[in-house]
């Protein structure tokens, strides 16, 4: 399309230039997508760009940054900054090459050592001997970073701790009056942000879940023994440090409280969760209550109906449409239903219900447009069925991103 004659093509092809432009002489970062999720870039070379993208996100600094790449050929000069010849001496270590020739250009960041003379800006890789890489496989982003000639730096271009943006409607609700330019190219077909993987360490390490499967990983040569580097868990206490520093921060959470079923969870004890939250203390009870539930596999549509059978007798009115979120291409669209419940005696509620499909790829898709439509929406709490970690290859990383999120886990 880059050289289309079509109005859409052209537009994009002069967004990309106005973009790579302002990468280049700006030090106010750029939102644009990925396969992932949206990311807030930065030309990853030059000091004031970077820092920029930190105050835009208001994120900590010690929280290294992942460098975004067009070709092996970038990532070379890179590990040879003082090198002149086409052939670098110093090579990507031969353990990535099964998962290069695999999953990249994708969803996959791998560490390598930043060399001494480093082009990068110091506040990439915040103080770490390392850097981490990907080559997206968003056509969109290889070109923008092709332009721009430069490496970019970017992580997710949400504000710290909030759900990460897999539209560009999220970016511009996060950091609207903070950067200038957002390149909108739909909704993420991915959803959840890439795989982290430490091939230096020995054994080779997973330091984050994403959109390459750890058995996906585990099938590659060398990569047998691979281990889990990451804790699930929404903090760590002061225990372990985490191996990738930006797993030790509150993560993925909407305002609303969280509270995340376990797969297997059974049904009852859900519906009296729900019903003696909605009843309690923590919710006010001069406006009327307002609920989210997030149903993947197995909860039947009437857990948001009918929270339990006293209710399906005093449900005030039927479910109801109420949005479906980003209309540019429906990729990542949540469809919602609104359902008037009454409780108790003038006590009534309004139930959110998003069903996120069966399937791990559409759940992964979906996951934080859901949580951010349901803040939109004012919901007190967000109840979530979760799957099972090792079902599928986003699996794991989708719960990840759950459990960071959830306020509350309730086991099986
Ligand atoms: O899919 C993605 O990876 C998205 C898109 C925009 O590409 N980016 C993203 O970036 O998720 P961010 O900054 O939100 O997450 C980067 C993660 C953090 O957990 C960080 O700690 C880890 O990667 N990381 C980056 N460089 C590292 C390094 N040198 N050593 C260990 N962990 C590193
Ligand atoms: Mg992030």
Not at 43 to 50: E, G
Request: glycine share 8%.
């Amino acid at each position: 399309w880059w050289a289309d004659e079509n109005s859409k093509g052209t537009a994009e092809a002069s967004a990309v230039i106005e973009a790579s432009e302002a990468l280049r002489s700006s030090d106010i970062p750029v939102g644009f997508p990925t396969e992932t999720v949206y990311g807030l870039g930065a030309d990853a070379t030059r000091s004031a760009a970077v820092q920029g993208i930190y105050k835009a996100k208001k994120r900590p600094s010690d929280n290294p940054l992942i460098i975004h790449v067009d070709s092996i050929e970038m990532i070379n000069r890179l590990l040879n900054p003082t090198t002149t010849t086409t052939t670098p001496s110093t090579k990507i270590p031969a353990i990535y090459e099964p998962l290069i020739s695999r999953f990249w250009p994708g969803p996959l960041t791998i560490l390598l050592p930043n060399p001494p003379g480093s082009l990068l800006a110091k506040e990439v890789t915040a103080n770490l001997p390392t850097f981490g890489v990907r080559m997206p496989s968003s056509a969109f982003a290889r070109l923008l970073i092709h332009v721009t000639d430069r490496p970019l730096a970017a992580p997710s271009a949400n504000a710290s701790t909030k759900p990460s943006p897999t539209t560009a409607q999220h970016v511009y609700h996060d950091l609207k009056g903070r950067i200038n330019l957002i390149l909108d190219g739909g909704a993420c077909g991915v959803g959840v942000e890439s795989t982290v993987v430490d091939g230096l360490s020995s054994p080779p390490a997973i330091l984050r879940p994403g959109g390459i499967g750890i058995e996906e990983i585990r099938a590659c040569p060398g990569w047998e023994n691979v281990q889990v580097g990451y804790h699930d868990s929404a903090l760590q206490h002061g225990k372990e440090a985490p191996r990738a520093p930006g797993m030790k921060y509150r993560h993925y959470s909407p305002k609303a409280r969280v509270i995340l079923f376990e797969a297997g969870s059974d049904l009852p004890s859900i519906t009296g969760r729900v019903k003696q939250d909605l009843l309690g203390t923590g919710f006010s009870t001069e406006t009327r209550r307002k609920i989210g539930i997030v149903r993947t596999r197995k909860w039947p549509v009437t857990i948001a109906l009918t929270p339990d059978a006293e209710l399906a007798q005093s449900a005030e009115s039927q479910s109801q449409e109420v949005l479906a979120e980003d209309e540019s291409n429906g990729v990542s669209a949540v469809r919602i239903r609104e359902v008037s419940v009454l409780l108790e005696e003038g006590i009534g509620a309004t139930v959110y219900d998003i069903d996120l499909g069966s399937e791990a790829e559409a759940i992964a898709r979906g996951l934080f447009a859901a949580l951010r439509s349901l803040d939109e929406l004012n919901v007190d709490a967000i109840y979530i069925e979760g799957i099972r970690d090792d079902e599928g290859d986003l699996a794991a990383a989708v719960m990840n991103r759950i459990r960071k999120a959830a306020e509350v886990s309730v086991a099986i």
